[in-house]
């Protein structure tokens, strides 16, 4: 009886929390189909009485949301590549190259981890404003094509390489080049994986960069278009919410489908 | 499951290697290390430069001025009252972050039906961009239509003025930050609990540990080295918190929700301003305090956290 009574308030302090949790994702998306109706009733409706798709329509025009959409996943997307490449490369130096300093570069690395970006933001500001890059897919991406986070993480993965492994492939003839990319890079999918989809994250969900390089409403990204819907002088919730709704398809889908990668970066010292 | 050993290969040394063995490593490394160059260290000079000059109205810097930015913001009620803030911000988004996602990650570990479904609901929230819990907590917070004030009318009570009135403006941010790194937590716990090895679990419940006891004599104590992580990270991260701010209250009403972030952007960059002087060396604080939160993990955790 002890027991059963400790089980049904476990269940009822994990249901509780659950739909605090969950609410505000289910009202974003039960909300980008309710209509002005709906959504202007006090007190508030909760489950829509009727569904419509109006919604994602008027955020459209609102907001150049299509345009955005191809911004968000261009500059993730390349910042994503880049930064696999360059973690790749400067792992395996780090591992498996001679390296002079190599105690010194990894503490190089280290650092770039520890540096708050709104340190630096002032001066890559006008730097990139400087170059003319302001407002531009590269003003975006430069500042990102590489991180200590990657290459942290990859180094881990690549140091648990089995030795005879090595030189086996050595006794093959494979050289530095063809062993990375045909041998070490299948054989760190998981790791990989874990950092791409990260990174992926990370780049989708950044906002002070882009509010500051882009002016126009054509380059800005999906996370600067929510913030627009907001301001708009007649905010629509209901736009506001399917806007939302939207821009988080591609990370819902990274979360729930990717969820043991994810797991893998998260101890490795990473900041949302 | 504990990975198998496997011999850990040897760093080679740079002894007697091939020059192009040599020259092939720091070309593998240019392309990270050009972009640390160009975009974190010349840039953090060049803060420390900015801090330490005047600028025009453009921005550009002028004349030497030494140490003025900073003491003028030591003489600055204003800046005394933006650190103050931001230290509350931390606490108010810290302790109950941590300690929420401690709780949760505690009652997933019983065993009951539907424990995968309910861990996969706590991680949701890692989905959502700061942009989009923002503006979804926005809609919540509207004085008029929103589902809090909606939820008080039901229970008999007056609207509230979340995010204009300086009373809630504040905790208001922080209830959406707290939200918006939830998943993140649980999920750096659950791998936590994760690494415990089962035995030791099992070993604990053949002595009689259960339910709560288990947690506080075993479960806890061996989470020390995550727990602190997480303080230090969740710590770092509310420190950086912008976005919620910009979105949500613009560090208003008066400044009651200015943290020390969004200062230095207000500063720089909001309503045409370039005042990147005095921006610069609030850069400056905020990398200090940064840097001093990493120093004490690295510091802390090579000697005091209690490792399983």
Known sequence: MRASLGRLAVYLLLALAAITVVFPVYYAVAGAFMTKGDLATYPPALVPHRLTAANFGGAARSVPLARQYVNSALVAGVITAAQLLTSILAAYALVFLPLRWRGPVFAVFLATLMVPWEAVVIPNYLTLSGWGLGNTYFGLVLPFLASGFGTFMLRQSFRQFPAELRDAARIDGAGHWRFLWRILVPLNRPSLAAIAIYVFLSAWNQYFWPLIITRTAQMQTLQIGLTSLRNADAADPGLILAGVLLSLLPTLALVVFGQRFIVRGLTAGAVR | MPRPPSSIRPQPSTGGAPIAEKALAWAYLL?????????????????????????????????????????????????????????????????????????????????????????????????????????????????????????????????????????????????????????????????????????????????????????????????????????????????????????????????????????????????????????????????VVVLACTAVQFGVVERKVHYA
């Open chain 2, 31 to 287: 392309p990270s290390l050009a972009v640390f160059a160009v975009f974190l260290g010349y840039p953090l000079y060049r803060t420390l430069y900015l801090s330490t000059h005047g600028n025009d109205l453009f921005g550009a810097p002028t004349r030497y001025v030494g140490l003025q930015h900073y003491t003028e913001l030591l003489g600055s009620a204003q800046f005394g009252r933006t650190l103050v803030t931001t230290a509350l911000f931390v606490l108010l988004t810290v302790v109950p972050g941590v300690l929420g996602a401690l709780a949760l990650v505690l009652l997933l570990e019983n065993r009951i039906r539907g424990v995968r479904l309910l861990r996969s609901a706590f991680a949701l929230p890692f989905a959502f961009s700061v942009a989009s819990a923002s503006v979804v907590f926005g809609v919540f917070y509207n004085p008029a239509t929103g589902v809090l004030n909606g939820l008080l009318s039901q229970a008999g009570l007056g609207p509230v003025d979340w995010l204009t009135d300086s009373h809630y403006a504040l905790v208001s941010v922080a209830v959406t930050t707290v939200w918006l790194n939830l998943g993140y937590n649980v999920l750096v716990l659950s791998a936590g609990i994760g690494s415990i090895p089962p035995e030791i679990t099992e070993a604990a419940r053949l002595d009689g540990a259960a339910g709560w006891r288990l947690a506080r004599s075993v479960t806890v104590p061996l989470l020390g080295p995550h727990l602190f992580f997480l303080v230090v990270v969740s710590t770092i991260n509310a420190l950086q918190s912008f976005g919620q701010i910009n979105i949500l209250t613009q560090g208003g009403p008066d400044g009651a929700s200015r943290t020390l972030v969004y200062s230095v952007y207000e500063k720089a960059f909001a309503y045409g301003s370039s005042d990147f002087g005095a921006a610069s060396a609030q850069a400056v604080v905020l990398l």
